[in-house]
């Protein structure tokens, strides 16, 4: 069998001294203040927990106003002191 040359003008394979990915690719906002970088996307799809102001229910929900389904059904509308 014949030997296999090696290519002088090939990169070493493990070469220390090389980065091992670019500083832009790991973070591309890296270079602008924190109030300026993009927010992450919510885990739970936009959902955010909260407490029913009229019957104290704990929910989960995507909706802008903070009145659980049965209170707005039920009618109970503003929250008492508004």
Not at 34 to 58: A, D, N
Request: hydrophobic residues 25%.
């Amino acid at each position: 069998m014949a030997e296999r040359k090696e290519d002088p003008r090939a990169p070493e394979e493990n070469s220390e001294d090389l980065p091992l990915e670019c500083s832009c690719i790991a973070d591309p906002f890296a270079s602008l203040p924190p109030e300026l970088r993009p927010r992450p996307q919510p885990k739970k799809g936009g959902l955010r927990e909260v407490k029913c102001p009229v019957c104290g229910k704990v929910y989960w929900t995507n909706r802008k106003t903070d009145l659980c389904i049965s209170c707005e059904i039920a009618g109970g509308g503003e929250p008492p002191g508004r």
